[in-house]
């Protein structure tokens, strides 16, 4: 069965930097599609970043794009999510999510615990 763990979330101010990670277990990684999505208190989640099976196809919210990037090693099976000029409205739970096809913020074959992710202003 495959495993999910993030970490790297925590306390940033606005401005700053994080780097959130996903290790992934249990499944052939190159086989999957991953990507990260978040949820703000008393919103659903949403569509952050995904990322293809080689690494060569990324796509991005518009409100991250320019200042998060997400990458993906095949040969420690991690993706990661580097974010930059954090901003008080990224603050959220972050998940990791894979899928056979591409994951989506409805639907994902598994899904991580999630991280939690808080800028202060």
């Known amino acids: 069965q495959v495993q999910l763990v993030e970490s790297g979330g925590g306390l940033v101010q606005a401005g700053g930097s994080l780097r959130l990670s996903c290790a992934f277990s249990g499944g052939t990684f190159s086989n999957y599609a991953m990507g990260w999505f978040r949820r703000a208190p008393g919103k659903e989640r949403e569509f952050v970043a995904t990322i293809g099976w080689s690494g060569g196809s990324t796509n991005y919210a518009d409100s991250v794009k320019g200042r998060f990037t997400i990458s993906r090693d095949n040969f420690k099976n991690t993706v990661n999510l580097d974010m930059n000029s954090l901003e008080p409205e990224d603050t959220a739970v972050y998940y990791c999510?894979?899928?056979?096809?591409?994951?989506?913020?409805?639907?994902?074959?598994?899904w991580g615990q999630g991280t939690q992710v808080t800028v202060s202003s």
């Open positions: 999510a894979a899928d056979r096809l591409y994951p989506r913020s409805d639907r994902a074959d598994f």
